[in-house]
């Protein structure tokens, strides 16, 4: 299958400026660093056109969050719920993202680039032309994904869950894990290297003999 790279963020000339957490508040243009906005909530923020650096969202609710054109540098957003989200054209670099809660969001065209992503959640979301390098991504949850166009790449994968999750076509060959959580009905078709078919081959029950 045809490797399809996301559209990266289109930004114009920025503005430097801090962002707040506000319900309905637009932000655009913009380039923000080195805020802490921890611990918040607010629904319906949009940011579009903007380069966010050092940016800290550790518990922090977003509910109904749009977000695209942008990209996340650096940021720390453990632990953040922006269940429900819309992200378009967004690119997450070496970002923390541990326990973060994407589920039921639509991301399209976006990128995740060396983040640390440990028990983050992708459940019940909507990908389409989306890649994952570089990531850790152990105990992490793709469980019901939608998507379209998904490439992982060198990524760490151990303990990560894809129950009822369509597999055809999705190559984890480049990836690593000693575990992982596949519905077998759903399997056929998943691309794997030779150690990763014994592992999964292990997690079924399987008994394998030299």
């Avoid at 932000?27 to 319906?44: K, P, V």
């Avoid at 940016?55 to 720390?76: A, G, K, Y």
């Avoid at 992503?117 to 152990?138: G, H, I, P």
Wanted: with cysteine; glycine share 4%; hydrophobic share 40%.
């Amino acid at each position: 299958m045809k490797k399809t790279t996301p559209a990266a963020p289109i930004l114009p000339a920025l503005t430097n400026s801090d962002i707040y957490l506000e319900d309905e508040a637009i932000f655009q243009g913009i380039h923000a660093a080195d805020l802490d906005l921890s611990y918040d909530t607010c629904s319906n923020l949009v940011i579009r056109e903007a380069h966010l650096q050092r940016l800290v969202m550790q518990r922090t609710q977003l509910e109904r969050f749009e977000c695209s054109n942008v990209i996340f540098e650096n940021c720390d957003l453990s632990n953040l719920e922006w269940i429900a989200g819309s992200f378009q054209q967004v690119l997450f670099k070496q970002c923390k993202l541990t326990g973060t809660n994407f589920a039921e969001s639509y991301l399209r065209d976006c990128q995740f680039d060396n983040c640390l992503a440990t028990l983050s959640s992708f459940s019940n979301t909507n990908l389409k032309t989306v890649t994952f390098s570089n990531c850790e991504l152990t105990d992490s949850e793709f469980v019901e994904v939608t998507w379209k166009q998904l490439v992982l790449e060198e990524n760490q994968l151990t303990g990560s869950s894809w129950f009822h999750t369509k597999l055809a076509h999705l190559n984890l060959s480049t990836n690593t894990f000693d575990s992982i959580a596949l519905s077998q009905e759903w399997m056929k078709g998943l691309i794997v290297n030779q150690e990763q078919a014994i592992v999964i081959a292990m997690g079924l029950g399987l008994v394998i003999e030299d």
